[in-house]
């Protein structure tokens, strides 16, 4: 049965235009196919080897496995030997958790090890590789056909294609195998002849360069704190260019949408996806992420015509700390209460982005409340399926006893030592996948925080800027990435003469890409302070960029030309000046110190 539920499935995984996909790119699909069947397990797929490939089946807590689902998942991977004509294969069963099955184990294979931590299968073939995809034939052409699919292999130079009913498939598979099982993988369900292999490595080097560059630019280095929240990550890419992405968005002052994503592959195609991930996010702020989940999954439909997809953990953070989050086949969150100092995994499920057109149907919208002191965690797969040299997990359990032995950790220092563990516990192995965590507290000290927040901004709106400083300087020890408070200590430096230390804070804010005004406004006079003229010119062109129109910081870029002697420079700036007010009081002091600068030509 395992057999015929692949190959009669099988079309379903195919793109949907003219292009091919091998054996390799329907392995990885092949997970795909297994959450449209079951909900009891999920599969993950790990690359051994060149041509040599083995399936993790996973099952949910509340699912046990059986002796028949051994059976029809070796079933499933001898279908995958049926369907790509398959010669020299072997596919054999490694571990099970299952103590016993009902059948000859060496049907299965010959050094099984029961009672183990997981359920595994491995492939191996030597064959040369063979395309399928979907045809497009005209109903005269195939009038009898309802599902067709066509192959080519690279045995000449010339390319014959084959057509074949995968009724016909099926029947013929079943003949064989009640003849023989050992047959079944034979001579049986598409023959045709592709086209030459295309040159693998022709442009490997380059598509490496440009996906590196791409994603360069995607993923922040820092989450800046959020009302109260701080940010940490851990991230581990096995290549070059990483298939894991996350990212936040603000939704102007009341919400924070967090995202971790494990995109399909590696190389370009993943920077692509990871690129229109950001793009989509950032357009479609839902009030739900579940609404934003249909959307992204309509687009990347339209987008990527089912050539990839992504999993998700989507969290919307509201301003009085209740989470909103939804689930797209990725790990569930993991939440840490501080009252309890226990960790336990939260609710949710969902399918893919960017496969299925009815997705939409199983993304749902859980919530949960932060108290002071609570952490939540992130992760992509890549953390918890990691095996040491003794071929263990990591495991989902190791993760949660790290995270309650760091109750009273902060959430840099629990995500670290979580990294240094996995890093400890894998050494001497081979990076199978990317490894990204994400965690967030809801600081312990918030209210702490806030009265002294309070404190300083009556300080500096009573223009006291020293204790303005003193209580800027421990708030920002609470939560140092909080944005308000660096542009406000920032500010407060400046004002108090203390131009190098607020040079350093507004240098910080501004990494944010923040696009404020007065902060660059600030900077560029601290930089004029110290006498570093030219990047006091930048950081008051770039506030002038993004506000044109504010008459002070005009003023003091004609006074920098003035100082510099740059005549022209100062005149073009007093134009602008006068085109916006010409009864400004400034603009004539202005011009007849610009009367007074020699020219520049002598």
């Known amino acids: 049965m395992g057999t015929e539920t692949l190959i009669t499935n099988a079309y379903d995984l195919l793109p949907h235009d003219d292009s091919r996909i091998d054996l390799v790119e329907m392995i990885y699909r092949l997970p795909i196919l297994i959450g449209r069947l079951t909900r009891a397990v999920y599969l993950n797929v790990k690359p051994i080897a060149d041509k040599h490939v083995k399936f993790v089946f996973t099952y949910l807590p509340e699912f046990q496995e059986k002796w028949y689902d051994a059976v029809f998942f070796q079933g499933m991977l001898n279908g995958l030997a049926v369907l790509f004509e398959l010669k020299e294969f072997n596919i054999r069963m490694t571990k099970t958790k299952l103590f016993g099955i009902h059948i000859s184990h060496k049907e299965l294979g010959e050094e099984i090890q029961f009672g183990s931590d997981a359920n595994e299968y491995e492939l191996e073939w030597k064959d040369e590789v063979l395309y399928l995809s979907r045809s497009h034939l005209t109903k005269e052409n195939v ?32 003949e064989l195998a009640i003849e023989n099982r050992d047959l079944e993988a034979a001579v049986e369900v598409l023959k045709s002849f592709k086209q030459e292999l295309e040159k693998k490595q022709l442009s490997m080097a380059k598509d490496l360069r440009l996906a590196k560059n791409i994603q360069k630019g995607l993923i922040p280095e820092i989450i800046p704190d959020w009302n109260g929240i701080q940010f940490w990550t851990g991230f581990s890419p096995m290549q070059e260019v990483s298939g894991d992405y996350y990212d936040y968005f603000p939704y102007h002052a009341d919400k924070l949408g967090v995202a971790v994503c494990d995109v399909s592959g590696h190389g370009v195609p993943a920077a692509f996806i990871t690129a229109l991930s950001k793009m989509l996010f950032s357009n479609f702020k839902k009030p739900k992420p579940s609404e934003t989940f249909k959307l992204i999954n309509r687009e990347l439909l339209d987008l990527v015509k089912q050539q990839g997809y992504t999993t998700c953990v989507y ?258 700036v007093i134009d602008k000046m006068k085109y916006i007010e010409s009864t400004y009081l400034h603009i004539l002091p202005l011009e007849k110190k610009w009367e007074l600068l020699p020219d520049e030509s002598n």
């Not at 056909?145 to 016909?168: F, G, K, P």
């Open 143 to 174: 009038s009898s056909r309802h599902r067709v699919m066509v192959t080519s292999r690279s045995e000449t130079t010339l390319e014959e294609m084959s057509i074949v009913d995968v009724r016909d498939v099926v029947g013929k598979s079943r």
């Open 315 to 572: 969290l919307l953070i509201h301003s009085d700390y209740k989470v909103v989050y939804s689930i797209a086949g990725h790990p569930r969150p993991i939440i840490f209460r501080l009252r309890t100092g226990k960790a336990e995994v939260c609710e949710g499920e969902g399918t893919f982005l960017g496969m299925f057109p009815d997705a939409g149907d199983t993304y749902s919208d859980l919530h949960l409340q932060l108290e002071p002191g609570d952490k939540l965690f992130l992760y992509t797969d890549g953390l918890t399926e990691a095996e040491n040299d003794h071929g263990h997990a990591f495991g989902e359990i190791k993760l949660l006893q790290l995270i309650e032995e760091n109750a009273n950790a902060t959430i840099q220092e629990t995500v670290e030592s979580i990294m240094n563990h996995h890093r400890e516990f894998t050494m001497g192995t081979d990076a199978m996948d990317d490894i990204t965590l994400l965690g967030l507290q809801l600081s312990p000290r918030l209210a702490e925080f806030h009265q002294i927040k309070r404190q300083g901004d009556q300080a500096y709106h009573q223009k006291d800027y020293n204790t303005a400083v003193n209580c800027y300087e421990k708030a920002h020890q609470i939560l140092p990435r909080e944005l308000n408070t660096q542009l406000a200590y920032g500010k407060a430096l400046a004002y108090y003469g203390k131009f190098d230390e607020a040079i350093s804070m507004l240098e910080s804010y501004n990494k944010f890409k923040t696009n404020h005004f007065k902060s660059h406004a600030i900077l560029g006079y601290c930089y004029y302070q110290v006498e570093q003229y030219e990047k006091a010119e930048l950081e008051w062109k770039k506030a002038y960029s993004i506000n044109d129109s504010n008459l002070s910081n005009l003023y003091n870029l004609a006074q920098l030309y003035r100082k510099l002697n740059q005549k022209q420079k100062m005149k073009d």
